[in-house]
């Protein structure tokens, strides 16, 4: 099981700062949707080039235009690239085959598929990295988590790596972990920690031992 911090709502001088102090704890930094909004591909390559060793995730949530869109996050640097799962097939097969040809994953975000059994099934058979099952920020403001979309694409997911983001912090860390996923992504459950570092390290300690 790993871990991956997410930043969503910072700057890059701010995201190089809170990297700096949990740098050792995590597996994954992702540059999350807001940054590349605001600072576009800029942000992945600053950050990819101030911390190379940590593999980086570009959150752009890609619609449409897979394979170009894949292509212009390498070349910023990034290691993996989000793609959403309501996409057509087309548009992550597109993806897919950039990043192969790139050396990078794909993970697609599952945030807003109604039938997520079986889309988690046919998106697994496309050859995709990561599933993620996610609560976005407005889901979170109506209380609602992801743990049984989880269950769900455990069922069926039979190559891709499984992974769990929204809202997740160190009280609901545990409950997460024993759902057995292989990459968990927290992003407001360390930034916005009054000891980033501590939380961070506890976190990693607990899913180093799952
Ligand atoms: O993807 C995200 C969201 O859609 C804003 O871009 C977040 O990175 C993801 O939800 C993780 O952040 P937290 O919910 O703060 O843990």
Redesign the pocket.
């Known amino acids: 099981m790993e871990l991956q911090l997410?930043?969503?709502l910072v700057n890059i001088e701010e995201a190089k700062v809170l990297v700096k102090e949990v740098e050792s704890f995590i597996d994954i930094v992702?540059i999350?949707?807001?940054i590349v909004i605001n600072e576009g591909l800029h942000a992945v390559k600053a950050i990819k080039e101030a911390f190379p060793n940590l593999k980086v995730l570009a959150?752009l949530?890609i619609m449409d235009a897979g394979g170009y869109e894949v292509m212009k996050a390498s070349e910023a640097g990034a290691d993996i690239i989000t793609v959403l799962g309501v996409s057509d097939d087309s548009t992550i097969r597109g993806a897919v085959e950039e990043a192969r040809k790139q050396g990078n994953k794909i993970m697609v975000?599952m945030?807003n598929v109604k039938n997520i059994e079986t889309r988690a099934a046919e998106i697994d058979a496309l050859g995709v990295d990561y599933i993620c099952v996610?609560?976005?920020?407005d889901h979170?403001a109506e209380g609602k988590n992801s743990f049984e979309e989880l269950a769900a694409i455990k069922r069926v997911v039979k190559q891709a790596k499984t992974a769990i983001?929204?809202?997740?912090k160190i009280d609901t860390l545990q409950e997460v972990i024993s759902a057995k996923p292989d990459l968990v992504?927290?992003?407001?459950?360390i930034?916005?920690a009054e000891n980033k570092s501590a939380t961070a390290s506890q976190m990693q300690q607990w899913i180093k031992q799952a």
């Open positions: 997410a930043l969503d992702e999350g949707t807001p959150d949530k975000d945030i996610h609560s976005g920020y979170q983001a929204g809202g997740i992504i927290v992003g407001g459950g930034t916005g």
